[in-house]
């Protein structure tokens, strides 16, 4: 996101290497999945010291955010003014007390997709659990009923069908990124693709 919710200056508000575009391509790997609210239950675990678990009617009686964004798909299209509603990150976060040694997260979602991102990504007031997308429910091809939105990296890291936040004191590649994308992502710097050295060396077995 551009603005003063992140510090980054409005101009220039689009990323090297992107496309402007109105329409909001469907990119995913695999099904999409088809989730059932009353069976969807979210996790935060892992380097934390109250981990928890909530299911959709805990959810839909949390307190809700807007945030308008620009987001940025690391396939070279931006689009501008996004309005995202849902569920502000930073509670869920501090309601887990992240041990002080955390400083990863691997964000968990549905059916087995997962990504990984540092925890000053995530700690952040723009960052959502979005169920709105410009004033309608998200679809299950944008990532419905509920997805990840970390704005000011590139959208793979917007989980879709998100279920849990798994906190690390260690990095730990997910999906894409053990398949070659860059371990953090940011538009700005043009953080497309991962190095192979450290794709070799996270990538197998966690401890």
């Known amino acids: 996101m551009t603005g003063p919710i992140d510090g ?9 290497g992107q496309i402007i575009t109105r329409k909001w391509p469907i990119l995913h790997y695999g099904n999409v999945p088809r989730i059932d609210p009353s069976q969807w239950r979210f996790r935060v675990f892992g380097a934390v010291e109250a981990p928890y678990e909530f299911d959709w009617a805990e959810f839909a009686a949390m307190e809700r955010r807007e945030v308008t964004a620009d987001i940025h798909c690391v396939t070279r299209w931006s689009r501008y003014d996004n309005r995202f509603s849902g569920v502000p990150v930073q509670p869920l976060l501090a309601r887990a007390r992240p041990t002080a040694a955390a400083r990863f997260v691997l964000v968990h979602a549905a059916p087995d997709f997962t990504t990984n991102l540092p925890l000053s990504d995530l700690d952040r007031p723009a960052n959502l659990l979005a169920t709105h997308h410009d004033g309608e429910p998200l679809t299950p091809e944008h990532g419905g009923p509920v ?12 989980a879709k069908w998100v279920t849990g936040f798994e906190l690390l004191e ?27 050295d450290y794709i070799r060396m996270r990538r197998g077995p966690r401890r």
Do not use: A, C, I
């Open 170 to 196: 260690e990095d730990y590649p997910g999906f894409w990124e053990q398949n070659g994308y860059h371990e953090r992502g940011d538009p700005w710097g043009e953080e497309r693709y991962g190095s192979d």
């Open 147 to 158: 997805r990840l939105t970390v704005p000011h990296l590139y959208f793979w890291k917007s």
């Open 8 to 16: 980054r200056p409005r101009e220039p508000r689009l990323p090297p």
